[in-house]
Structure formats: C-alpha cells, structure tokens
Nanobody, 128 residues
Framework: VQLVESGGGLVQPGGSLRLSCVAS??????????MGWFRQAPGKEREAISC????????DYSDSVNGRFAIARNNPKNTTYLQMNNLKPDDTAVYYC????????????????????WGKGILVTVSS
C-alpha cells in the first residue's frame, strides 16, 4: 500500500496550506485504518502532530499545532487531510502521513509505534 502526500510547498508566515494523503491502491480498506500526521524538522526527531480515528469525531493535536491545524478524512476517497493555518517558520518540516490498523474505532495513533504504512513525506517551508 502506498500513501501519497500532496499540497506542500513554500508559504509565507501567516499563510495556509492543505495537505492531502491518498492511499493509492483501490483495494485498500481505508475504513480499517486510523490516520496520523507526523513531521520532522531539520535536525530534529520526527514528532506526531495530529491523528484521526476510524470514527472521525475522534481526533487529537499536539500542543504545537492545536488551534491552527485541522485534520479530516474522506473514506470513500481513501484520503486524509491536514488544513494548516497561521503557519509559522517553526512549522517548516517534512510532513508524513501514517496509517495504522485499528480494531477500536476511536483509537487515534499518537506515536509512531505500530504504524503499518508511511507516506514518503512532503516538504513544507514557511519563510518570507
């Protein structure tokens, strides 16, 4: 299964971007997976920033993005989104999409542990 991120790029501070993550295989049962977004800034470890459960009303954010980012999923399109608003230079990083099989419909992956599939990552640069 391949997860493909898109929507990254260069944006000025205060600007917005929307990242998308699509599971490319038509046989991928997106409904079985909880989804997460992670990022890795230059010289830093990868960190979890947001997740959404199979039950889309369950989601979570790291303190660093809470109130600025919004996660969503569209199961028929095998896609998860990350709307990023009021971007800051500290948000500059490679952003990764992750999928984890979850029996519990309300499980939200907040760590890298047990992630089943990763995207290759997409660069977001926030700079004037």
């Amino acid at each position: 299964v391949q997860l493909v991120e898109s929507g990254g790029g260069l944006v000025q501070p205060g600007g917005s971007l929307r990242l998308s993550c699509v599971a490319s295989e038509l046989t991928f049962n997106f409904n079985r997976y909880s989804m997460g977004w992670f990022r890795q800034a230059p010289g830093k470890e990868r960190e979890a920033i947001s997740c959404i459960a199979r039950a889309a009303y369950k989601y979570d954010y790291s303190d660093s993005v809470n109130g600025r980012f919004a996660i969503a999923r569209n199961n028929p399109k095998n896609t998860t989104y990350l709307q990023m608003n009021n971007l800051k230079p500290d948000d500059t990083a490679v952003y990764y999409c992750a999928a984890k099989v979850a029996v519990d419909r309300e499980y939200c992956p907040r760590t890298e542990s047990g992630v089943d599939h990763w995207g290759k990552g997409i660069l977001v640069t926030v700079s004037s």
